[in-house]
């Protein structure tokens, strides 16, 4: 039999880095919808629907259930798309699932972002009394006060108010069951992923103090707060989030750089940077987050390997000057002058005998550079 699995969306490159986004309670993978695209640039996104929300089964938890039922749930969705380790965002509810993961299981999170949570959610009473209020009565009343649950005055989002019209009642009530049980204050302590927390400067339901408190407890980690937003950050304020999304995430800038210093030397990239200036700064910030910062960090292939296409392909193209450049890049990841010689010797049959005739003559100027 087929195990039930939470609906979920995928975006991005299957070889890109997996990060997985969790929703709020009462909403579907929708509140991501100006976020994840953007994501999944360098990412492998995954964002994923509650029990009993978007296109979830209600019949995935029960009453009673906890956070941490919640997380085995995103557990074995990821087992069935084959991720082991990922990086995790959540907002509100979802951000609790992050903080169970992170504490339970953390040989799966490579690094953390709880956005409008909370280690614990007021005590179990609030929860307990709208959990008996939806499952009597429906979700009729939290329609109507979604929006000043959410948003600041005059602010909506129409598809994120019916998402909650929507959910399952009882489904939406065991949700709430997991909120009353969940306190992990005593536990913050232990979480060792990089830890990023974003408050709403706005937020009623989870206040900026919530966020504190967990990142004064949790070892390293960052706080950010957004004027102008209240519980549903992402949906309210997306490239504000995104930006301290993508300085938490990707670090693309600086491991591309680090990467880029690693083949290049330190020499020719303190030269360039010497020679940056305000009308090519987004050009070098460009070219350290994708060329070095993605491509270049890919494992596939290794470096030895990355270093022989990208000799082949300089020489088809007459970039002779780069050529230079990687050429001593080569020798930093390994190749031998006779492999880089075989190398020019198998351009001269696929780019042309004149094209391998300059980058013989190129390669051969700047491995004599190295015995003098």
């Excluded at 903080?99 to 929860?127: D, M, Q, T």
């Excluded at 000799?311 to 031998?336: K, S």
Aim: proline residues 6%.
């Amino acid at each position: 039999m087929t195990e039930k699995l939470l609906n979920h969306r995928v975006e991005g490159p299957v070889s890109a880095p997996p990060l997985l986004l969790g929703p709020s309670l009462g909403t579907s993978y929708a509140l991501w919808d100006e976020i994840a695209p953007e994501l999944s640039i360098t990412h492998r996104v995954i964002r994923w629907d509650l029990p009993g929300h978007g296109g979830s089964a209600a019949d995935l938890i029960g009453p009673g259930a906890t956070v941490g039922d919640l997380a085995e749930l995103v557990l074995a969705l990821a087992d069935s798309l084959g991720v082991e380790r990922f990086a995790y965002a959540g907002v509100s509810l979802g951000g609790a699932v992050g903080l169970h993961l992170a504490v339970h299981h953390p040989e799966r999170v490579a690094s953390l972002a709880v956005i409008c949570s909370s280690a614990h959610f007021n005590g179990s009473k609030p929860w307990e009394e709208r959990a008996a209020l939806v499952r009597s009565e429906g979700l009729a009343s939290l329609v109507e006060s979604a929006d000043a649950r959410w948003f600041t005055p005059g602010f909506t989002v129409p598809a994120l108010v019916r998402d909650q019209g929507n959910a399952d009642p009882d489904a939406y009530a065991a949700c709430c069951d997991a909120l009353a049980a969940f306190d992990l204050r005593e536990r913050l302590g232990e979480i060792a992923a990089p830890t990023l927390l974003i408050a709403g400067r706005q937020d009623v339901a989870t206040p900026p103090p919530h966020l504190r408190e967990i990142a004064d407890a949790v070892p390293g980690a960052a706080l950010v707060e957004i004027p102008g937003a209240a519980h549903l950050a992402p949906a309210q304020c997306p490239e504000a989030v995104l930006t301290a999304l993508r300085a938490h995430f990707d670090g693309g800038a600086k491991r591309g750089m680090d990467v880029r210093r690693e083949v290049l030397g330190d020499a020719h990239v303190d030269r360039a940077q010497a020679r940056q200036t305000p009308f090519t700064a987004r050009f070098q910030d460009f070219i350290s987050r994708y060329a070095w910062g993605e491509i270049w960090t890919d494992p596939t292939l290794s470096r030895r390997e990355r270093s022989m296409i990208t000799l082949t392909a300089l020489v088809a193209h007459g970039h002779y000057d780069e050529l230079a450049m990687h050429v001593r890049a080569a020798r930093r990841n390994g190749l031998t002058p006779e492999e880089i010689g075989a190398v020019l010797l198998q351009t001269a049959v696929y780019c042309g005998v004149p094209a391998a005739n300059s980058a013989f003559a190129t390669a051969q100027r700047v491995l004599a550079e190295e015995e003098e």
